[in-house]
């Protein structure tokens, strides 16, 4: 029933596309690759804010293929806010070799293609994507998503089942003893995401 | 950026820093980022390696048949023969959840192609080993720019009010023995050296009854305590003169000779054997062993290796040693005893201070009583000196250590025949005993006595080599799961590994009737004798100092001078030597056991 309604909705989508060049979004992913993205915005309003950078790194078994790491900065309109450039660093002079918005989210597409996506409150992410999306084809990123603090949710949960699992992002990490990589950016937010991933699919 | 975070961590890691910046630049696209659960196994002899691992987090082991031979944490990576030979006896376990780079096997021989890369993996132990430790010795701070004045030995300063005679002036000269006499004057401090006294008392022709102040002719100059050595250098140099007094909270604190001061940096322990000689009392001798510290820093910081460092702690030691015996024994006496130091100060390898281990041996038909209170004297002294008493009472304050030679005789003999675990004590001591002071021939005559009572007797021998695999080599320490078994989340070196050395070193010498004490001078010899070749020798010989000088920094930095340390305090390339050090004891315990058929003895 529920893949019924799956079908239904991703043929909807379908027949709304603009560009019969990103067909390849809707085939059935046949790589046993996942993708991890993490963007990095002037605001945590979709509405108001714009994206700076995407990051995303492939994950295919075990392995975070680092060797195929995906990163694009974005050409941006908006002032970028004191605030958030404390987070994620990009200072206006970091984005002089930036793309223009449509070419770094095409180009973030063909990345992708209709391998499932996997972040942490990808919701976000995704939200933020689709406001570019939308005007420009016409549909929302038709992939499978994973969230991974659902993921540790369901984990944790098990264990205390009345309990408050706590979802930040520093404290997956710490209880699982993973590195943290220091610098917010969206390439290393990704990688250390898909460390989480990787142990909460591949661990015992 | 994450790639930039990436290749820093990549460089950081030795030998990759050694990659020009484009060949790092083309790795780091090459390199992804691998999970690999608990228990995975990721290398064996059937399971070819498919990548170079560097660890980011968690850890692996490595076993060679059922025994752990290393363990590679956060920093390591591994195996480069694997690849290289493509083939491993080893098998590699992940031991903790891993998280790792991946460079694959074909990008990995790609840089191969570096020919300083290349070298680095093909290298055999030793000189990886002696690589590594070049490498540590660069980054250690030259001493010469941050000495500072307070950190001299400084002589005593000779000061006379101006209208002092100059006779009077020159016996508190010789009372103090010093080399100038300090005159107050209102206008500032002026010296008179023996050359004044030569040219203008003796030469001149002046009455040693005027007042010293007439042939008081050049103004000192003077510099603060604090002050850095090369201050003084310079003043030295730039106003052609031999010596500075030294001022602290406006007071004469001493008198900064120019001859000590080049020595300092020549032979800094040329200063500590003149004050030795210079004391006068236990007093004078207390003072001087606050300055070892100073002078061990000092050595250590240089780079000088450690074996050089004991030996030369050793020497002094036996210096200090034998002004006590002098101020404790009288005359007569002296030549009817031999005094002998013992364990770690007879195999001249004690650093920071250890136990008193000494013995006397008192010629056959004097009278021993004669010796009670002067070697009692000789204990307490030395312990007000800082040398602290030995806990097992191996001291010549303890009669069984104070005896006549034929005494010592029957003990040899009883330990040939009953070595239960005191006697194997006692003989393990005694044969580190070296001579100190008295006469030499009593010390000879016991030492050959000893080894023909040893002679061909494999089967005692055997039964003392055994004390080689009485603490396990503590390599499986560095994994995390078992830390909490350990002391405090320490490690003992001298359990785990230097025990083994000095005493599998020690029987195989009696062995071989080695008179060498030296660890290192009898590791030597048994490779002249043949019993161990030249490539083992060397490594056992790196990995003896590499283990004295991790003990020696973890204690200088603890203060104190226990033997654990903390493998998470070392240093990357510490921690490496550290293991392939225990690597060879591990190999040395396997040679002892086949050496003296150890799996046969009970």
Request: proline content about 2%; aromatic content about 10%; hydrophobic content about 40%.
């Given at each position: 029933m529920f893949s019924f309604f799956k079908n239904l909705q991703r043929n909807y989508s379908l027949s709304k596309l603009k560009n019969e060049n990103f067909k390849f979004l809707f085939e059935p992913n046949t790589s046993d690759e996942y993708v991890v993205f993490d963007t990095e915005t002037t605001g945590l309003n979709p509405k108001e804010d714009d994206i700076l950078s995407i990051g995303a790194v492939k994950i295919k078994n075990n392995k975070i293929l680092t060797s195929e790491t995906f990163e694009v900065f974005i050409k941006n309109t908006q002032k970028i806010s004191s605030k958030s450039i404390e987070i994620h660093q990009i200072r206006p002079c970091d984005l002089e070799n930036a793309?223009?918005?449509?070419?770094?989210?095409?180009?973030?597409?063909?990345?992708?293609?209709?391998?499932?996506?996997?972040?942490?409150?990808?919701?976000?992410?995704?939200?933020?994507?689709?406001?570019?999306?939308?005007?420009?084809?016409?549909?929302?990123?038709?992939?499978?998503?994973?969230?991974?603090?659902?993921?540790?949710?369901?984990?944790?949960?098990?264990f205390i089942p009345q309990g408050n699992i706590d979802l930040r992002f520093d404290t997956i990490l710490k209880k699982y003893n993973l590195p943290n990589m220091g610098a917010h950016n969206s390439v290393n937010d990704a990688v250390m995401t898909g460390m989480i991933f990787l142990k909460l699919t591949q661990g015992k | 950026m994450s790639i930039l975070d990436q290749r820093k961590l990549i460089a950081s890691i030795h030998p990759f820093e050694l990659l020009s910046s484009n060949t790092l630049d083309n790795?780091?696209?090459?390199?992804?980022?691998?999970?690999?659960?608990?228990?995975?196994?990721?290398?064996?002899?059937?399971?070819?390696?498919?990548?170079?691992?560097?660890?980011?987090?968690?850890?692996?082991?490595?076993?060679?048949?059922?025994?752990?031979?290393?363990?590679?944490?956060?920093?390591?990576?591994?195996?480069?023969?694997?690849?290289?030979y493509n083939k491993s006896q080893s098998r590699f376990v992940v031991d903790e959840d891993l998280i790792c780079y991946e460079i694959k096997k074909n990008d990995f021989l790609d840089l191969m192609q570096n020919k300083e890369v290349q070298s680095y993996f093909l290298q055999d132990f030793i000189t990886r080993h002696q690589h590594l430790?070049?490498?540590?010795?660069?980054?250690?701070?030259?001493?010469?720019?941050?000495?500072?004045?307070?950190?001299?030995?400084?002589?005593?300063?000779?000061?006379?009010?101006?209208?002092?005679?100059?006779?009077?002036?020159?016996?508190?000269?010789?009372?103090?023995?010093?080399?100038?006499?300090?005159?107050?004057?209102?206008?500032?401090?002026?010296?008179?050296?023996?050359?004044?006294?030569?040219?203008?008392?003796?030469?001149?022709?002046?009455?040693?009854?005027?007042?010293?102040?007439?042939?008081?002719?050049?103004?000192?100059?003077?510099?603060?305590?604090?002050?850095?050595?090369?201050?003084?250098?310079?003043?030295?140099?730039?106003?052609?003169?031999?010596?500075?007094?030294?001022?602290?909270?406006?007071?004469?604190?001493?008198?900064?000779?120019?001859?000590?001061?080049?020595?300092?940096?020549?032979?800094?322990?040329?200063l500590v054997a003149v004050q030795i000689d210079k004391a006068k009392n236990i007093e004078d001798l207390k003072n001087i062993q606050s300055d070892f510290k100073n002078l061990i820093l000092t050595l250590s910081s240089k780079g000088v290796k450690v074996r050089y460092i004991t030996k030369m702690v050793a020497t002094l030691n036996t210096k200090i040693y034998k002004k006590v015996f002098d101020m404790c024994v009288d005359k007569t006496l002296q030549n009817q005893c031999v005094l002998v130091v013992m364990g770690s100060e007879g195999r001249e390898e004690q650093t920071l201070k250890t136990d008193q281990d000494n013995a006397l041996i008192i010629k056959d038909g004097v009278d021993v009583s004669l010796f009670y209170e002067p070697?009692?004297?000789?204990?307490?002294?030395?312990?007000?000196?800082?040398?602290?008493?030995?806990?097992?009472?191996?001291?010549?304050?303890?009669?069984?250590?104070?005896?006549?030679?034929?005494?010592?005789?029957?003990?040899?003999?009883?330990?040939?025949?009953?070595?239960?675990?005191?006697?194997?004590?006692?003989?393990?001591?005694?044969?580190?005993?070296?001579?100190?002071?008295?006469?030499?021939?009593?010390?000879?005559?016991?030492?050959?006595?000893?080894?023909?009572?040893?002679?061909?007797?494999?089967?005692?021998?055997?039964?003392i080599a055994k004390g080689v695999l009485s603490f396990e080599t503590p390599l499986s320490l560095f994994s995390s799961f078992v830390l909490e078994k350990s002391h405090d989340n320490k490690l003992d070196l001298k359990k785990g590994g230097i025990f083994a050395l000095v005493h599998g070193?020690?029987?195989?010498?009696?062995?071989?009737?080695?008179?060498?004490?030296?660890?290192?001078?009898?590791?030597?010899?048994?490779?002249?004798?043949?019993?161990?070749?030249?490539?083992?020798?060397?490594?056992?010989?790196?990995?003896?100092?590499?283990?004295?000088?991790?003990?020696?920094?973890?204690?200088?930095?603890?203060?104190?001078?226990?033997?654990?340390?903390?493998?998470?305090?070392?240093q990357k390339i510490e921690m490496d030597l550290l293991k392939d050090s225990f690597k060879v004891i591990n190999k040395f315990k396997k040679f002892m056991s086949f050496h003296f058929h150890l799996e046969m003895v009970r």
């Open positions: 793309k223009e918005m449509q070419e770094a989210i095409e180009s973030f597409l063909y990345f992708i293609g209709s391998r499932p996506l996997v972040g942490y409150y990808l919701e976000f992410d995704v939200s933020m994507i689709n406001k570019y999306l939308i005007p420009m084809l016409g549909i929302k990123l038709p992939n499978k998503m994973i969230e991974v603090s659902e993921l540790y949710y369901d984990k944790e949960i098990a | 790795l780091m696209q090459k390199i992804d980022i691998a999970y690999y659960p608990k228990e995975t196994l990721l290398i064996s002899k059937n399971l070819p390696s498919i990548a170079f691992y560097i660890v980011i987090k968690g850890s692996v082991a490595e076993f060679i048949d059922a025994e752990l031979h290393n363990v590679y944490s956060s920093g390591d990576s591994f195996d480069a023969d694997a690849l290289i430790k070049n490498y540590h010795a660069q980054s250690e701070l030259t001493p010469f720019l941050i000495s500072k004045v307070s950190d001299m030995f400084l002589h005593k300063a000779c000061i006379v009010d101006k209208n002092e005679t100059i006779y009077n002036a020159v016996v508190k000269m010789k009372e103090l023995k010093t080399s100038v006499v300090i005159v107050k004057k209102e206008s500032g401090n002026f010296v008179v050296t023996d050359t004044d006294l030569r040219d203008k008392v003796v030469l001149g022709n002046m009455q040693t009854s005027a007042p010293i102040d007439t042939i008081a002719s050049s103004r000192m100059i003077s510099i603060e305590s604090h002050d850095f050595l090369f201050n003084a250098l310079l003043l030295m140099t730039q106003n052609a003169i031999k010596r500075l007094i030294v001022m602290e909270d406006n007071q004469i604190l001493g008198v900064l000779e120019q001859l000590d001061l080049l020595s300092y940096f020549a032979n800094h322990s040329y070697m009692m004297q000789l204990n307490r002294s030395l312990l007000e000196i800082g040398f602290p008493v030995c806990s097992g009472q191996v001291m010549v304050s303890n009669p069984f250590w104070r005896k006549e030679v034929k005494e010592y005789k029957l003990l040899i003999d009883d330990w040939v025949t009953t070595l239960n675990e005191q006697n194997l004590q006692n003989l393990s001591i005694s044969l580190d005993a070296k001579y100190v002071a008295g006469d030499k021939s009593l010390l000879e005559e016991l030492s050959t006595y000893l080894y023909q009572s040893f002679h061909n007797r494999d089967d005692v021998l055997a039964h070193v020690r029987t195989l010498s009696l062995q071989y009737a080695i008179r060498e004490t030296n660890t290192i001078n009898r590791i030597k010899e048994l490779n002249n004798k043949g019993v161990i070749d030249k490539n083992f020798a060397t490594e056992l010989i790196e990995s003896f100092d590499t283990l004295s000088t991790i003990r020696l920094h973890a204690m200088l930095e603890s203060k104190n001078s226990d033997n654990y340390i903390n493998p998470k305090n070392l």
